[in-house]
């Protein structure tokens, strides 16, 4: 069971690097990317430490959603 909650926690981090390199392409505030980055850090600690459930949880609130592009139009 830890593995398959490790690899989702991997996935997550995957995921939330995806959707911060498609914001620094959609021209998001550079503070909202900054503060993604640092919620993949803190998921990147978490998943070091084994707390992979905290460590989804970190990672999956700096994914897209709180990533709006700057000019939507």
């Known amino acids: 069971m830890t593995a ?5 926690a991997d996935t997550a981090r995957e995921l939330a690097q995806i959707a911060i390199d ?6 998001v505030n550079p503070r909202q990317i900054a503060d993604a980055q640092q919620k993949i850090q803190e998921g990147d600690a978490r998943i070091a430490s084994g707390d992979f459930v905290s460590a989804i949880e970190s990672l999956s609130t700096s994914m897209a959603a709180r990533l709006a592009p700057v000019n939507s139009h």
């Open 4 to 8: 398959i909650v490790a690899a989702l």
């Open 22 to 27: 498609q914001a620094v392409v959609a021209n």
